[in-house]
């Protein structure tokens, strides 16, 4: 295709990129770069039911002409991204040079709320990602070999848990593993500990929110690998099949590298929703076990003062981490196709 | 003795100004109500609704999540809605950024029904109309203390000790739960316990944190000793899951909201047996203290400045309807109503016992809530035994620290 029509073919959906994606992002990082102006107080007197209390508030005139001057707030550069709730450059250095071994510093940077942040997940999209394309495929394969007759019911039961809200799954899935919950009781008969709780140890919750990923996700990759299966070339098989090859054989020789391209989808997929991950942290209640970049711009836009700079900062580091992690993926996937090309 | 007082005065408010506001008699307006979504809250906005028709129209947008929306939807002009409920924690943003008006005018031209200590001033100013009262206090099963052999707990130490008999009687192995949640819940525990012990926040006169203090380790290591007799579960234990645990006679302790008093004492939820043993007692003290480990609240309305006055007044008598007395009457035992017309009944105890022996109103300070935000993210590792009460709350001064400065509070 001549550069010229590309360009008039992709036009539309450039605009509304650039509109819908770029400018919000764009004025998502200036917001990151500015932090509120300083505040006027002035020493006040509070009257209610309670009695009278001195009190402080903020001097509505001052500020006032401090924000008609400059609407976007104090240029603030890159300090929020490093001060103490982001990447907390000085207080690593300081880790760093206090502690004398490994594990001292790795304590003393959980300690820090983006690195434990951090820490599950990373810990969520790499152990949940894997699991997910093996159970994904492990259901295609499974679905693919089925009687016509029971195909269109497999297909709709397995695909639920992706149809259900993620809010409304993991909040069920909370009340199941409550202490007097269906799975929480029988796991505490089972185990004949009483006071066995899946949702106060910081370990079982992790494996609690990444046994609920995989379940949320599975259905996703499921699907994309049944359609892939479905193309995957009959005489191939056939062939392979009069060349002696085992059932095993031919899924390794021929299914999967047939498969390969989707197989890379959704991973981009995967690590892409994953590192956001969000939902099932509010809906198992977890943040005192576990907690994510998203969780963390949730909680600064809440309450009642909402952190903007602060919740604008992490999301740019959410989107610098989801461009980390496809780098590789996107590098072997440009290769491919170039090498295609020649 | 003062709170008691005055609701001794209300009742006589209420026979004078009772018929009052028969009619709303307005030209015209718009009145659009945000605010939180609680049995209360809707009687009130129920009540207001009678404003409707004759070219004044009526919208109410009644939601928990309304915190997070008040300061984006009072800001354009005009404002989203005429009305923002709040209480002595969410007015605050609402100040800060100039988006409710002083009700003075108002409040003289129809506000002849209000009792005093409704109006909420700032430096001379009515910036609002409470018309409840709230406070945690404790809920206790008489039944099960007597079977234990122990008296009702005025400090939060019988209490432990309290716990500790029902344990060892084998009664309950968790009698004991407070609203625990991670966020918000766990940071209101902590300030509740944190002034019965007697600390303050900040240093005087600045907005720089000081809980990091003898007060502070003893308020932490008090709530850990509490929550050894809780449910392990307990840092997931809201409002709704404590009121449940009580429902279904899991608890023979608890601090609970004075709001939560009327759902559970009611026929609805629970059996018999539990709801006519569940007492209601004062906020116990702590550590010596002569205050109860508690904080007083109050609800109330305010009125949006980026609006007409018409709008403005519209709204304003409206809420008038809606805390007329009779409507008050008719809703009693919802609350513990500030307005004229309310007969303190069974469900109030607590909040009132809490209130008359002198427990503090929560700060409504412009940075109070970077604090709350700072405690709630931040205590939890303390109270699973991953770090020590010290660096627990060296650790919410520093994020306090961080986030005030972004906010322009500190240097």
């Not at chain 1, 990373?122 to 295609?140: D, K, N, Q, R, S």
């Not at chain 2, 000790?161 to 009687?169: D, G, P, S, V």
């Amino acid at each position: 295709m001549p550069h010229r029509t590309f360009l008039w073919f992709i036009l539309p959906s450039l605009l509304a990129m650039i509109l819908f994606i770029a400018l919000p992002i764009g004025s998502v990082l200036v917001q990151s770069m500015h932090v509120e102006h300083e505040q006027v107080l002035i020493e006040t007197e509070t009257c209610g039911p309670f009695g009278c209390t001195p009190s402080v508030s903020v001097d509505q005139n001052a500020t006032r002409a401090l924000r008609e001057a400059q609407p976007l707030g104090r240029f603030n550069g890159l300090r929020t991204y490093t001060d103490r709730n982001h990447l907390a450059t000085a207080e690593v250095a300081q880790a760093w040079s206090e502690t004398d071994s490994l594990t001292g510093f790795a304590g003393r940077l959980m300690n820090l709320p983006f690195y434990k942040a951090l820490a599950f997940t990373l810990a969520y999209t790499f152990v949940v990602t894997p699991l997910v394309i093996v159970l994904g495929m492990a259901i295609a394969l499974g679905v693919n070999g089925l009687p016509q007759l029971m195909k269109g019911t497999t297909i709709f039961v397995s695909l639920l848990p992706m149809i259900v809200t993620p809010l409304v799954g993991s909040l069920i899935l909370f009340w199941m593993i409550d202490a007097d919950g269906v799975i929480g009781a029988t796991l505490q008969r089972l185990t004949g500990d009483p006071n066995l709780s899946l949702k106060a140890s910081p370990v079982l919750t992790w494996i609690t929110l990444f046994v609920y990923g995989i379940w949320h996700s599975a259905p996703f990759a499921f699907i994309v690998f049944y359609a892939g299966l479905q193309t995957v070339p009959a005489e191939t098989l056939e062939a392979a099949q009069i060349d002696g090859a085992s059932r095993w054989q031919r899924l390794r020789y021929v299914v999967i590298p047939h498969m390969a391209p989707l197989v890379v989808f959704v991973v981009l997929i995967q690590l892409m929703d994953n590192f956001r991950v969000f939902e099932p942290i509010v809906g198992f209640s977890a943040a005192a076990n576990a907690t994510s970049l998203s969780y963390f711009i949730y909680s600064d836009l809440r309450g009642d003062v909402a952190q903007f700079g602060s919740a604008a900062a992490t999301s740019m580091l959410t989107i610098l981490g989801v461009a980390i992690l496809l780098t590789p993926v996107l590098i072997r996937t440009w290769r491919d196709f170039n090498r295609k090309r020649v | 003795m003062a709170f008691l007082r005055l609701s001794g005065l209300t009742v006589a408010a209420a026979l004078a100004g009772g018929t009052a506001w028969a009619g709303c008699d307005l030209a015209g307006g718009d009145i659009r109500i945000l605010g939180n979504d609680f049995a209360a809250i809707n009687a009130v906005v129920d009540g207001a609704r009678a404003c409707e028709g004759d070219g004044v129209s009526f919208s109410a947008n009644l939601t928990t999540e309304h915190r997070d929306i008040q300061v984006a939807a009072l800001t354009p002009n005009p404002a989203e809605y005429t009305s923002a409920i709040v209480a002595n924690s969410s007015i605050v943003p609402l100040i800060n950024a100039g988006l409710i008006r002083p009700l003075d005018d108002l409040v003289a031209e129809h506000g002849a029904g209000l009792n005093r200590n409704q109006l909420i001033t700032i430096d001379g100013q009515v910036m609002a109309i409470a018309f409840m009262a709230n406070a945690q206090h404790l809920f206790y099963r008489s039944d099960i203390l007597e079977q234990a052999g122990v008296a009702v707990p005025t400090t939060y130490e019988e209490v432990l000790a309290a716990a500790e008999a029902i344990r060892a009687a084998g009664i309950m192995e968790h009698p004991y739960a407070m609203n625990t949640k991670v966020g918000w819940n766990l940071a209101e525990e902590f300030i509740n316990m944190y002034l019965g012990m007697g600390g303050s926040f900040f240093e005087p006169g600045t907005a720089n944190p000081a809980i990091n203090n003898d007060a502070g380790v003893a308020a932490l290591e008090m709530l850990a000793a509490l929550n050894a007799y809780a449910n392990p579960d307990f840092l997931t234990f809201d409002s709704n899951a404590t009121a449940a645990l009580w429902e279904s006679g899991q608890l023979a302790l608890a601090t609970m909201w004075g709001s939560r008093a009327a759902p559970i004492l009611d026929d609805e939820g629970s059996t018999a047996e539990i709801t006519g043993a569940t007492m209601l007692a004062g906020a116990p003290t702590v550590g010596g203290g002569t205050t109860p480990a508690s904080t007083l609240w109050w609800d109330g309305f305010t009125i949006a400045a980026n609006i007409s006055d018409e709008d403005a007044e519209a709204t304003f008598v409206a809420f008038m309807h809606g805390l007329s007395a009779d409507n008050v009457a008719a809703n009693n035992d919802l609350a513990v109503w500030l307005a004229p017309g309310y007969t303190p009944g069974a469900t109030a105890g607590g909040v009132f016992a809490t209130a008359n022996a002198g427990a503090a109103p929560y700060p409504m300070l412009p940075y109070m809530g970077l604090m709350h935000t700072a405690l709630g993210d931040n205590l939890s590792e303390f109270l699973q035994g991953q770090e020590s009460a010290a660096q627990a709350l060296a650790d919410v001064e520093a994020a306090y620290v961080t986030a005030a400065r972004a906010q322009g509070f500190v240097e």
